[in-house]
C-alpha cells in the first residue's frame, strides 16, 4: 500500500514538472513574437521612445527657455532628451526622420507646472529662431507691467516655413509696435496679439498672411485705420480689433473677407457709413460694431445676412428710422443690440417674427408709436429693453412675462406707456411704469409733444388716489345721513 501510495505521488510530481515546462515554452514563444513585432515596428519608421534629438536643436530650445524663464533652468533634470520620457510642460515634440524636433513651445502660467517667464527685464533669445520645425508660439502673461519688451523686427523669417500659430496674450509689458516682419510668416493660419500695450498702426503686412483663419488684435492701443489689405484676407473666418483707437472709414473692400463669420470692430472710433458691402458677407454670423461713431442710417444689405445670428449696433449716432430693415429677413437672430442708436420710426412688427431672438435691445432711441402685441410671442426671448423712448399705449405683456423676465424688462422712461392691471397684478407691473387707468388725460412726451394716452397714476400714488376716493365716499355718505336727520327733524 505505501509503494502505491508513493507512485502516486511520484505521478503528480512529474505531471507539475511537465506543466511547468509547457508554460515556459510558450513564455519564450511569445517573447520571440514580441521581439519580432518591435523589429517590424522599426522597420515600418516606428517612433521609439528613446529616439535622439539632435545636439542643435536641443540646445536651442534650452537657450531659447533659459532666456524667457531664467539662467537657473538649464534642462539637467531632463533624461534622456525633452521630447522623450520626461517632457516638458508646454514643449510638445514631432519626429521628422529619425529624430525629435519642437513643434510647439507655449510659454506662461497656463498650468501649474508651465513654463513661466523670469522676473527679471526679457529679451527675445535669438536662439527661438533656430527651432526650424516650430509650428506654435505662445506667451500668455509673460511680459508684465515694469518690464517693457518689444516683438522683435527681424528673424522671422526663419520660422517663415513652419510657424502656423503666433500668440501674444495679456502681456501688459509687451509694447511698441507691430514689426512689418511679422508678414514673412506665409503659412501662418492665427495671429492672436490680444490684451497687451502694443501701440501705432496696424502693418500692411498683415495683408499678406493669405493663410490667415483667425486674426485677433483685440485690446492694445493701436491707431489710425484699418489696412485695405487687411480687407481681402479672403479665408478668413474671425476678425477682430476690437477695444482700440482705430479710427477712418470702413472701405467698400470689406466685401472681400468672403469667409468671415465673425466680424467684431466694436470700441472703436470708426466713422462714417456702415457700408452697403457688408451685406456680400454670406457666411457673417456675428456682427458686432457697437460703440463707434458710425452714421448715415442702417444698411438695408444688412437683410441679406440671412446666417446672421448676434448683431449689435449700439453706441452709435447712426439715425435714421428703423424699419429701413426688412427683419423678418433676419430669421436666425438670437441677439439684436440697438441700443442708442438715434433710430427713429415705430417698431417693426417683423421683429416679433425673429422666433429664436433672445436679446432684444432697442433703449435709448427716439423710437415712437406702441409696441407690438407680436413681440410678446417671442417664445425664447429673455431680455428686453425699450426704455428711454416716446412709446405710447399699453404694454402687450402677461404677468407670466414679467415674472420670466423680471428687471432683464425696461420700459421706463416713456411718458406715454403704461401697464394694465387685471391682466397683470400690480405686483408684476415692471419698474419705472405706470399703471394704465380708465379716462383719457393729455401728458407731455420727453420731447415735448402732448400725447393723449389712459389716464394713470404710478405705482407711489396708488394709495393717495385710493385714499382720495374712499375720502370722497365718506364724505357723500355723511351729507345723505345729515339730510335724514334735518328732514325728521
Known sequence: ??????????????????????????????????????DEDDDDGGMPSSSPMKISQKEALFSAIQGFVGKWWNGSHLYPDP??????????????????????????????????????????PHQLFDLIRLKTLSFFNCFVSGRPANIPAENWGFLAGSLESLEFRSNPGLAGEVPEGLGKLEKLESLVIMENSLTGELPESIGRLRNLRRLNLAGNLFSGGIPAGMTSLDRLLILDLSNNSLSGFLPESFSGLVSVMKLDLSNNNLSGNIP????????????????????????????????????????????????????????????????????????????????????????????????????????????????????????????????????RFGGWDNPGLCCPVGSVSE?????????????????????????????????DSRSTAGFASCFSSVVVVLMEVLFVVLIWQ
Open 83 to 124: 521630447c522623450g520620457w520626461t517632457p516638458i510642460q508646454g514643449v510638445s515634440c514631432d519626429f521628422y526622420d529619425g529624430f525629435w524636433y519642437v513643434t510647439e513651445l507655449r510659454i506662461g502660467p497656463v498650468h501649474d507646472n508651465s513654463l513661466r517667464c523670469s522676473n527679471e527685464k526679457i529679451e527675445f
Open 427 to 459: 405686483k408684476f407691473v415692471p419698474i419705472g411704469v405706470k399703471i394704465c387707468r380708465r379716462g383719457g388725460v393729455v401728458t407731455t412726451g420727453r420731447d415735448g409733444s402732448t400725447v393723449e394716452i389712459e389716464s394713470w397714476g404710478d405705482q
Open 276 to 407: 452697403a458691402a457688408i451685406g456680400n458677407l454670406d457666411n457673417l454670423t456675428v456682427l458686432d460694431f457697437r460703440n463707434n461713431r458710425f452714421s448715415g442710417g442702417l444698411p438695408k444689405s444688412l437683410e441679406r445676412l440671412t446666417s446672421l445670428e448676434e448683431l449689435a449696433l449700439s453706441g452709435n449716432p447712426i439715425g435714421g428710422e428703423i424699419s429701413g430693415v426688412d427683419w423678418r429677413r433676419l430669421a436666425g437672430l438670437t441677439a439684436l443690440d440697438l441700443a442708442n442708436a438715434n433710430l427713429s420710426g415705430n417698431i417693426p412688427a417683423g421683429i416679433g417674427e425673429i422666433r429664436r431672438l433672445r436679446f432684444l435691445g432697442l433703449n435709448d432711441n427716439n423710437l415712437t408709436g406702441e409696441i407690438s402685441p407680436d413681440l410678446a410671442k417671442l417664445p425664447e426671448v429673455s431680455s428686453m429693453y425699450f426704455h428711454g423712448n416716446n412709446l405710447r399705449g399699453r404694454l402687450p405683456f402677461s404677468e407670466g412675462f414679467y415674472r420670466r423676465l423680471g428687471r
Open 1 to 38: 500500500m505505501e509503494s502505491l501510495n508513493y507512485f502516486r505521488a511520484l505521478i503528480v510530481v512529474l505531471c507539475l514538472l511537465f506543466a511547468l515546462s509547457l508554460n515556459s515554452s510558450n513564455g519564450d514563444h511569445n517573447n520571440n513574437n514580441n521581439n519580432n513585432n518591435e
